[in-house]
């Protein structure tokens, strides 16, 4: 799960080519890794990949901000 | 181009590209798309290696390559292999002239780019050695923001290794194809398809775009201008701060700043608009890939965010909402999902700009985005926030279409808008509409009126006396043949004064005035003032009970009134001063008077006006208001010869006021107009005939009547139009067949603010809009347009009209409650109060104020605010309608209220139409029936009587002595055991309506078999289609079901030869069904005779066309003998039993079970189906009125009847039924509000005409959705349009074709009052026809035995059925009438 978005993050979202490989503490938000349209591509892509729906209210900074945040999200979504 | 080589790929446009395309078409001329950037270079440029990095620049990006042509009107693009560009230098050198370098910036920005040869322009300018502007203009149909970042950084690449010599080390930027290929393949993905639904939803085809400042670009100029509103660091460090906040922040710090703003614009378009639901246009950038965010050229779409704002609304509030938004717009705003239709749902543009211009080493520069001074018309703001060079300070720039907003709203504009961000960064938590907008500039223009008080100390009847001196001899008023000077009108005042103090009349008392327009009541006017009293004028039509209500209201001292008027009163408590009978007394009064000085603080009068709560109220009004408004008139309205008026309007309107004293005060004439004692009050009709007058004030529907008058040698020289919306073509009208001698004014005020307070001429050339404004206020009166915070609006923007100054009303008589509500302290001035009028208005563009409705009038219809008023102006513009209304219909009035009360007695609720109750709770029906309760016992009889009846023809032949009618219930299944007791033979027959609950079969069944008797069903196929027809007739299935069994039964009892059909109907039922008040009131009438009518009703019921009638077989019904052969016997006329008794009765005899499988107490399922109908549409249960008659004859107590009437009933199972039997839920549903338009014209006008009509010039949402032709427009005494009375027309009324006409004479007035009280209706015309009303037998039977009682007459039962209209009834009655004269 962490590995398939890191990877989609990298290849399709960033802006840059990034210096570092990305790891899943990285802030995605603040520090622009993803802009919103990126945000929103990247919750579109997670929910066809696991089969969720992420309603606008769970869209907040406590559940996306890095990849583990992320993962932590799915985990409770999905129990 | 130089070259243009075969075989390049033609490319189709993409959906950006393509709105950009078609917008540069319709503006051929117009550099609304030039993309313009400068970038200032501080630093030594190579300009033959520039040039040179240019061309390679051009070479590497495809976009800079592209041309646009057209294959059949079809627009493609192609991009050319080859592409010279010759970068032009332009030296500054020879001295730097900034204004001339900004010239020249300005001048080259706005130049024409040609799409087919080369869609950009570029060219370096030389400052000096040091300093170099790169200027750069890309049409928008290859470029967006990120784009041209792309572009600078490359360049600047390919210029430092052309520097440096190398030349083949640059990557070529990503081609723009790709993104074409993506977006055309996004467009067509069946996987999209969810977000192109939901942008189709979200355009809503019926939404108005806003007007900001009231403004429209109507003739789509482009032309726009940028004002550039540098937040700086303070406030965009403030923001920054406020974006952490943990309410206000979303996903990522880019998206709470564009959040952020998007809540600044949806507020501030809100404010600017008056609008409540606001959409607008966010740009995404959609570069979605890592090498879209490489490749230059058009990527972003527009697409809407959508909110509805209301006054309640925090910031915080508006931002929360405004994040769901924004979450469903990234969601679906992706490539190729915009559309043409979605781009014309919004016309103001929120473009946050997150691009940064690159920072290229050694070249330390500022970019500029140049305004190349056009927009697309269809934006008439664009807001772009940015900060390109990362400065830490946000920029805003501010596009304004300059159609929309003239020079002096481009100055204010962003003012107001940093006053909501300011509002916004000090407390989040704030109101919208709390923090005002306007510069203090504008307040103080706003608030300049002629406040300074320059009051006259002379009073109005001051001015009078002094024409005494002036004009003696002159005539004063003439009245019928009638002619008096003022000498003579003053003696005859002064001799009505004195007598008048001598009945004990003194300063400071309250005297009513009750009289038609005459000489008296001129003089009763000016003695009440003389005395130095307050009048109260009350018009002699005003019905009975509001007379009543005045006089006691007013607290008066003495009524001034006449014989014929007193006639109808019945108060005696107050001094009457019958002017007939008292005549002689006061003609022997002495001629003089000193008239008292009264203070000009006093009140002069108190006039009734209509109040919201039912009740009127008095508006008192100051001498000190009175000579305001008059004196001002004398100046304003002053023509070259003297006011010759015409007093024809109602005394009870306060614009009647003008005419009664402006001519008196000036030494003009009155000539006076007294009203016909029956129908509208028309005298305006005899004025114009009469020709007599130079001057007018009349209400613009008065107007409106006179309109198609022979003006060819009228000596009208001024009109004055009050108290309704004014429409100028209506004034045009009026001017051209008066001409141009005749000044027209429109004089705008309500009572509370004395006559008239703000006013305008009219001017044919410049008010062009549907209605004449209202104008400026008038001298000592101040007007403000205030929002629903009391902030005052900008010019031009919507707001509630608050007055102000010495014309202002002392409030309401004896009502400090309402006084105090209307009646507000005045923010604007000291010690001043101000008055709430209810009124929308707004500045237009000269500074007038426009009239747009009322605040109650602007009523809110699936969300939308609609102003009445408008509808009916457009209405009002179809060449053949002479007058329009528009009401809002709201049947859910109906819908059964929270706060019912109920019948103390009884238990009839208060939802029942036209039920009064009496201050213990107890209904009129309760109360009227303990007047005659004495004689329905004649009717009720005994069971020995039953006995001899069923008996009195017993036959040996005949197997059954009667047919009784069994459902399974209590009451049925006792009358059966009673009969069997009794001996008789029975036949018991059911109707299986297919929903008899298996549990009443299985009563039916058990107790047949137990008594032994014969038992059949009966059934038809049609009883879903007789279900439906009686919901929709009658709301319940009670009465179709009734009707079946009454036609089936019948049809049994003549094949069986049985004479008698014995019912179970309960003693409430006959109220319901059969008996009613009327047929008790005949002193003589026994049994028999109510006997006779009753069977004459039940004929006629037989006769109704309804499903019935159409799917059985009712034949039989046609012939008399039936009638004879089969007689109906309800059992409970003969029997008093009570519940207990019954059912002790049936426990021993009958082995009866309550079914359980109801879940009520009923043995039919489909039952409470028609409950719920009749409850929803009536608001009340269809067995209210026939238990509460249960209760009222003893039968049931009122508790059980009221725990029967609430009974709880499974909605699901409702709709499960109703769909069973075809019942239309949305009929139910559709129980909602519409909007209707009534019009006048000489011919019906098709709906669809109509329709197109507005079309025109409406959104769809405005459409009325029925339309209705009036004869005649109903008036109010005062003559304004009747909007009461065209909101009580009920549905069958407005869906027939029959045109509403008021009763024209006496006979249809007593037809129509009697036909009103027994419909419950609150209106109906003369040709409305009795059946189509839904008056069936038991209506006939009371409206006919009213009209007999009330004529004492002795008209047939089925008159009516053959004079189904009150016109013709009244013919008829007529006709009758002489007859017996004659004899």
């Not at chain 2, 078609?22 to 550099?31: I, R």
């Not at chain 2, 979605?342 to 543009?349: D, E, L, T």
């Not at chain 2, 409950?1171 to 249960?1181: A, F, L, M, N, Q």
């Not at chain 2, 009655?1373 to 017996?1380: F, P, T, V």
Request: proline share 3%; charged share 25%.
């Amino acid at each position: 799960m962490n590995k398939i978005i890191l990877d989609y993050i990298s290849n399709e979202l960033t802006n840059e080519q990034l210096e570092d490989p990305l790891e899943s503490g990285d802030d995605l938000l603040g520090s622009g890794i993803l802009d919103s349209m990126g945000m929103m591509k990247l919750i579109l892509f997670i929910e066809n990949e696991f089969e969720i729906k992420v309603p606008p209210e769970d869209m907040v900074i406590e559940n996306f901000m890095t990849v583990g945040h992320i993962i932590t999200y799915l985990e409770n979504k999905t129990v | 181009m130089s070259e243009i080589e075969k075989n390049i790929n033609e490319t189709e446009l993409t959906k950006s590209q393509l709105a950009i395309w078609t917008g540069q078409q319709m503006a051929p001329d117009a550099p609304l798309y030039n993309t313009v950037y400068t970038f200032d270079i501080k630093n030594k440029l190579d300009v033959r290696v520039f040039r040179s990095a240019f061309q390679y620049l051009v070479k590497g990006t495809d976009i800079l390559r592209t041309v646009f042509n057209t294959k059949n009107t079809i627009p493609y693009q192609i991009v050319l292999p080859n592409f010279n560009f010759n970068l032009e230098l332009v030296d500054f050198t020879n001295g730097f002239n900034k204004s001339e370098y900004y010239k020249w910036v300005e001048l080259r920005s706005q130049a024409k780019l040609n799409l087919a040869k080369c869609p950009f322009d570029s060219a370096l300018i030389k400052v000096n050695e040091n300093r170099f502007v790169w200027f750069l203009n890309i049409h928008h149909i290859i470029t967006d923001a990120i784009s041209t970042t792309l572009l600078h950084e490359k360049m600047f690449e390919y210029y430092s290794n052309l520097k440096n010599g190398d030349e083949n080390n640059i990557d070529d930027l990503p081609s723009f194809e790709d993104y074409i290929t993506f977006e055309n393949k996004q467009s067509n993905d069946i996987q999209n398809h969810l977000k192109q639904e939901y942008w189709k939803v979200k355009i809503d085809k019926s939404y108005t775009l806003p007007k900001l400042y009231g403004n429209e670009n109507k003739y789509l100029k482009t032309a726009s201008e940028r004002i550039t509103l540098g937040l700086g660091l303070d406030r965009s460090k403030r923001i920054k701060e406020l974006s952490k906040n943990m309410a206000v922040r979303s996903l990522t710090p880019r998206l709470t700043i564009f959040n952020l703003f998007a809540t600044l614009l949806f507020t501030y378009v809100h404010r600017i608009s008056n609008q409540n639901k606001i959409t607008i246009g966010a740009t995404a950038h959609n570069r979605v890939s890592q090498l879209f965010q490489k490749t230059p050229g058009l990527f972003i779409e527009i697409f809407p965010l959508l909110i509805k704002l209301e006054d309640q609304d925090t910031f915080l509030s508006v931002l929360q909402r405004t994040k769901m938004e924004t979450s469903d717009y990234l969601r679906n705003g992706q490539p190729g999902m915009a559309s043409a239709d979605i781009s014309r749902g919004f016309n103001v543009i929120l473009n946050y700009m997150t691009s940064k211009f690159a920072l290229i080493e050694d070249f330390p520069m500022t970019s500029e985005w140049i305004h190349a001074g056009h927009n697309d018309p269809a934006h008439h703001l664009r807001c772009h926030i940015y900060d390109f060079d990362s400065t830490g300070s946000l920029e805003i720039h501010l596009d304004f279409n300059t159609a929309v907003f003239d020079k002096e709203l481009r100055y204010l504009a962003p003012k107001h808008f940093l006053c909501l961000i300011d509002a916004m960064l000090d407390d989040i938590n704030q109101h919208i509409t709390s923090a005002s907008i306007i510069t203090k500039e504008e307040r103080n223009e706003l608030l300049t009126g002629d406040v300074i008080s320059t009051n006259s100390k002379a009073s109005v009847i001051a001015q009078f006396e002094s024409q005494l001196v002036e004009n003696p001899e002159k005539i004063a008023i003439r009245f019928k043949n009638q002619k008096l000077t003022y000498s003579e009108i003053n003696n005859k005042t002064n001799q009505l004064a004195n007598y008048l103090a001598k009945q004990g009349v003194s300063k400071g008392d309250i005297v009513a005035i009750h009289l038609e327009r005459s000489t008296n009541y001129i003089t009763s006017v000016l003695a009440a003032l003389k005395l130095g009293t307050t009048f109260v004028p009350i018009s002699s039509e005003q019905p009975k009970e509001r007379v009543q209500y005045i006089l006691q209201d007013s607290n008066c001292k003495a009524l001034i009134s006449n014989t014929v008027i007193l006639r109808k009163l019945e108060s005696k408590k107050i001094n009457l001063i019958n002017l007939d009978d008292s005549a002689e007394d006061i003609e022997n009064q002495t001629t003089t008077y000193i008239s008292q000085a009264s203070e000009l603080d006093s009140i002069a009068y108190v006039i009734y006006t209509s109040g919201s709560t039912g009740k009127p109220k008095g508006v008192m009004i100051s001498n000190a208001s009175l000579a305001n408004y008059i004196n001002w008139s004398k100046g304003y309205y002053a023509h070259k010869d003297s006011y010759v008026f015409p007093l024809c309007t109602s005394i009870g309107f306060d614009l009647t006021i003008t005419a009664t004293f402006l001519p008196l005060v000036t030494g003009g004439e009155l000539i006076i107009y007294t009203e016909s004692s029956i129908g509208p009050d028309i005298s305006i009709l005899q004025v114009i005939e009469d020709n007599l007058v130079n001057s007018i004030k009349l209400t613009p529907s008065h107007l409106a009547l006179i309109k198609d008058s022979d003006f060819s040698s009228s000596k009208l020289k001024l009109i004055i139009v009050g108290g309704e919306d004014f429409k100028s073509s209506l004034a045009n009208s009026i001017q051209d067949s008066v001409g141009d001698d005749l000044k027209i004014f429109n004089e705008y005020g309500p009572t509370e603010a004395t006559v008239g307070c703000i006013v305008s001429r009219y001017n044919s050339d410049l008010h062009i809009e549907t209605s004449v404004p209202i104008g400026i206020p008038i001298k000592n009166m101040s007007a403000y347009v205030l929002d629903s915070y009391h902030n005052l609006v900008p010019k031009g923007v919507i707001g509630e009209l608050y007055l102000s100054g010495t014309g202002l009303a002392k409030g309401y008589a004896r009502n400090t409650k309402l006084s105090n509500e209307r009646f507000l302290v005045n923010p604007f001035q000291q010690n001043a109060k101000m008055y709430r009028t209810g009124d929308l208005v707004r500045f237009n563009e000269s500074d007038e104020l426009e009239y747009l409705g009322r605040v109650d009038e602007q009523v809110k219809l699936n969300g939308f605010r609609i102003e009445l008023s408008d509808i009916e102006a457009n209405l009002n513009q179809h060449p053949n309608i002479n007058n329009a209304a528009v009401v809002l219909m709201d049947s859910e009035k109906k819908a059964e209220s929270k706060d019912i009360i109920n019948c103390k007695e009884c238990g009839l609720p208060s939802s029942y139409p036209n039920i009064d109750f009496d201050d213990n709770n107890v209904c009129h029906l309760c109360n009227s029936f303990k007047g005659y309760k004495e004689k329905t016992d004649k009717y009720f009889k005994t069971e020995e009587d039953l006995i001899q009846l069923l008996t009195s023809n017993k036959n040996d032949n005949r197997k059954y002595d009667c047919l009784t009618l069994l459902s399974g219930g209590k009451d049925s299944t006792y009358v059966l055991a009673r009969l069997i007791d009794m001996g008789l033979n029975v036949l018991t027959f059911t109707l299986d309506n297919g929903y008899i609950s298996d549990q009443a079969k299985a009563n039916i069944t058990r107790i047949t078999e137990k008594l032994g008797v014969d038992h059949i069903y009966g059934a038809t196929p049609h009883m879903n289609k007789i279900f439906v027809d009686s919901l929709h007739r009658h709301k319940n299935v009670c009465n179709g079901c009734f009707k079946t069994i009454y036609t089936l039964s019948t049809k049994v009892a003549l094949e069986n030869n049985i004479p008698f059909v014995v019912t179970g109907l309960s003693r409430g039922q006959f109220f319901e069904t059969r008996l009613t008040e009327e047929l008790f009131w005949d002193e003589d009438a026994d049994g028999t005779t109510i006997d006779d009518t009753i069977l004459e009703a039940r004929k006629l019921y037989h006769q109704e066309e309804d499903a019935v009638k159409n799917h059985l077989d009712t034949s039989m019904f046609s012939l008399d003998s039936t009638f004879n052969k089969v007689q109906y016997v309800d059992f409970y006329r003969y029997s008093n039993v009570s519940l207990t008794e019954m059912l002790i009765f049936l426990k021993e005899k009958a082995d009866w079970v309550r079914p359980t499988d109801t879940g009520r107490s009923t043995n039919c399922l489909i039952n409470q189906a028609g409950i719920h109908v009749h409850k929803k549409e009536r608001g009340y249960s269809n067995y209210s009125f026939p238990y509460s008659w249960d209760v009222r004859l003893g039968h049931k107590n009122r508790d059980e009847a009221l725990e029967e009437i609430n009974e709880h009933i499974d909605e699901d199972e409702v709709h499960r039924m109703l769909d069973e039997i075809g019942y239309k839920k949305s009929d139910l549903d559709n129980n909602k509000k519409q909007l209707i338009g009534f019009y006048t014209s000489k011919e019906i006008i098709p709906s669809v005409d109509l329709k197109l009509h507005l079309a025109k010039h409406l959104p769809e949402y405005m459409f009325p959705s029925k339309y209705k032709h009036l004869k005649e427009m109903p008036l109010t005494k005062n003559g304004k349009i009747d909007k009461i009375a065209l909101r009580t027309l009920s549905d069958i009324q407005l869906e027939s074709d029959v045109v509403y006409v008021a009763p024209t004479n006496e006979i249809e007035e007593l037809v129509e009052s009697i036909w009103k009280e027994v419909l419950q209706m609150d209106r109906i015309g003369i040709h409305d026809n009795f059946i189509s009303l839904g008056g069936h037998s038991l209506a006939a039977i009371r409206v006919t035995a009213r009209i007999n009682d009330e004529l004492q007459t002795n008209f047939a039962l089925n008159k009516i059925f053959e004079l189904p209209t009150i016109q013709e009834y009244a013919v008829y009655i007529e006709s009758q009438l002489m007859e017996l004269l004659q004899q």
